[in-house]
């Protein structure tokens, strides 16, 4: 099956910083690739996708890039925010509806 | 949309009881899944519904674990006898099958078994 391995584990930045999260999958069929949020006590938020016929995708503060080539993609958050400190998943499919995700990034934003 | 919807928020229960968790997926959602998030092992899925129909049951842990999805807008999950290793939160997704979209998750039932 699909392994997806996730770095750092933890990150601290300061308010204003970029933050860049990186992920690596293993199975070559793989075309979907979501981003999740997860604040204090709540459920994971979808934030961001990419799908595998785009290399690209930004939403304001965010973007995730993908090289299928070399089976990784990453999320890069600009201009951060206290509001942003959370803990990030990164998650793989190949579009039958079973996702895997990555062990999460603790995501520290320092004022 | 009131989003996915579980319950209860918190469950504590006596080692050998049985618990039950339930979920109810957005409207017009035709897959349902159940995760567990620990410190230790991160988001596990346990089993997946299409359609009403359990798909992919690989990830629940044992025997003491059951699910059902009875109709569209409703699922649980049950463990009988719980014990303490089974305290974790436990998270209900779900998902059109239409085309390629991430999960909705629901707020998640946080168990401990003491």
């Known amino acids: 099956g699909e392994n997806v391995e996730q770095h750092p584990s933890t990150l601290s930045v300061q308010e204003g910083d970029s933050a860049v999260i990186k992920c690596t999958y293993s199975?070559?069929?793989?075309?979907?690739f979501p981003w999740y949020k997860q604040e204090l006590g709540k459920g994971p938020q979808l934030i961001i996708d990419i799908r595998s016929n785009v290399g690209e995708k930004k939403d304001q503060r965010i973007a995730v890039t993908l090289n299928k080539t070399a089976k990784h993609f990453s999320l890069h958050i600009t201009e951060t925010q206290p509001e942003d400190s959370a803990v990030y998943f990164c998650a793989a499919s190949n579009g039958f509806n079973k996702f895997y995700f990555g062990s999460g990034t603790k995501l520290n934003v320092k004022p | 949309d009131a989003g996915v919807i579980q319950s209860p928020r918190h469950e504590v229960t006596e080692m050998g009881q049985e618990v039950t968790l339930r979920c109810k997926p957005i409207?017009?959602?035709?897959?349902l899944f159940w995760y567990r998030q620990t410190m230790m092992r991160g988001l596990e899925l346990l089993i997946y519904?299409?359609?009403?129909?359990?798909?992919?049951d690989s990830g629940m842990p044992e025997d003491r674990f059951s699910a059902k999805m009875p109709n569209a807008s409703f699922s649980t999950l049950k463990i009988q006898p719980s014990e303490p290793r089974d305290s974790a939160v436990y998270f209900c997704?779900?998902?059109?099958?239409?085309?390629?979209?991430?999960?909705?998750f629901g707020s998640g039932t946080r168990l401990t078994v003491v």
């Open positions: 199975d070559s069929a793989s075309n979907y």
């Open positions: 409207s017009g959602h035709n897959s």
């Open positions: 997704a779900s998902t059109s099958g239409r085309s390629l979209y991430g999960y909705t």
């Open positions: 519904f299409n359609n009403n129909v359990p798909i992919d």
